[in-house]
C-alpha cells in the first residue's frame, strides 16, 4: 500500500472525473491520498472529496500565489473538521513573482502559528525560495514539523530541512533523466525523511512526462528512489508509508469517516 502525500484532485483538471481516478489508483496500490488546498474554493472541495471517501484526507491553506487575495481567516474555522490533517501547501514562491515578497512572508507566518495552535503539521511549497521560506521556519523549530513538498533545491538544502526535523517530499522530477539534484537528494538523504508524493495533475514521472499526473504514478516515484538507493521498492513503500503515517497522523482520529 502506498500513500499519495500530495495530490490536487480537487482543481479543474479533475472537475469530471476525481471519482475514476481515486479508483484507478487503488487499483494500482495508492490506497491512501491526500488532497491538497490552496485557497478557499479548493480547500472546501479537498473536504468535500475527503469526507465521501474512507482512505482519502484534506489539507487548507493559502498559497504564496494567491496570497494578495485571501487571508487565514478562511481557513481557521476548517481546521477543527475531522478530515483535515495538516496546513497547506503554504510557502515561499520567487518563481512568478518577487515584489510581494513580504506579504508571502507574512501569510506564512501566520499559517505556521495557526499550525502550533492546532497542533497539524504543514505543507510547504518552495519555488526559487528555500532560504526565504528556511528562514521563516527556523525560529519555529522544535515547535513545527511537516514536510518540504516536491522538493527542488540542493542535497545541502535538503539536509538543512531534515534537521529542521521536517521530511522532504520527492515527486515526479526524480523519474527525469537530468534532474541531477533530486536524484542526488533521494540517493543520499535517510528514507526515514522521505515522503512520495505526485503534486497531481502536475509533474508526470517518466515515461508519461507532459501528460496529466494521477496519484496511480505514485509507483513510479517510488522505484526511481529504490533504483538510486540500489534497494528493493518494497522497502521504499514500506518506509514511506511509515513516514506519511507518522506525520499525518493516519489512522487516529480522522479514520473514523
Not at 519555488?127 to 513545527?144: E, H, L, M
Request: aromatic fraction near 8%.
Amino acid at each position: 500500500m502506498m500513500i499519495d502525500t500530495h495530490c490536487h484532485l480537487n482543481i479543474e483538471e479533475f472537475k469530471n472525473d476525481y471519482e475514476q481516478v481515486i479508483s484507478d489508483a487503488k487499483l494500482e496500490g495508492v490506497n491512501q491520498m491526500i488532497v491538497i488546498g490552496i485557497d478557499p474554493v479548493s480547500n472546501l472541495k479537498a473536504i468535500q472529496i475527503a469526507n465521501s471517501f474512507q482512505n482519502i484526507y484534506a489539507t487548507v491553506g493559502i498559497h504564496p500565489g494567491v496570497v494578495d487575495d485571501y487571508d487565514i481567516s478562511s481557513i481557521e474555522n476548517l481546521l477543527k473538521e475531522p478530515k483535515v490533517i495538516a496546513i497547506g501547501e503554504i510557502g515561499i514562491d520567487l518563481y512568478w513573482r518577487q515584489d510581494n515578497l513580504e506579504k508571502q512572508k507574512e501569510i506564512f507566518i501566520k499559517q505556521i502559528e495557526l499550525a502550533i495552535k492546532f497542533n497539524l503539521p504543514i505543507i510547504i511549497h518552495t519555488r526559487n525560495s528555500f532560504s526565504k521560506a528556511y528562514d521563516c521556519v527556523k525560529p519555529y523549530k522544535g515547535k513545527v514539523k511537516g514536510v518540504f513538498h516536491c522538493f527542488s533545491s540542493t542535497l545541502e538544502d535538503a539536509k538543512k530541512a531534515i534537521d529542521l526535523g521536517f521530511y522532504v517530499g520527492i515527486d515526479g522530477p526524480v523519474t527525469f533523466k537530468n534532474a541531477k539534484d533530486i536524484k542526488e537528494i533521494a540517493t543520499h538523504i535517510p528514507l526515514e525523511k522521505i515522503l512520495i508524493e505526485t503534486d497531481s495533475p502536475y509533474l508526470s514521472p517518466h515515461p508519461f512526462r507532459g501528460k496529466r499526473n494521477e496519484p496511480k504514478r505514485l509507483k513510479y516515484i517510488a522505484q526511481a528512489i529504490a533504483d538510486l538507493k540500489g534497494i528493493d521498492i518494497s522497502l521504499v513503500i514500506q518506509q514511506t508509508t511509515k513516514n506519511a503515517k507518522s506525520l499525518f497522523k493516519l489512522g487516529e482520529k480522522n479514520e473514523k469517516n
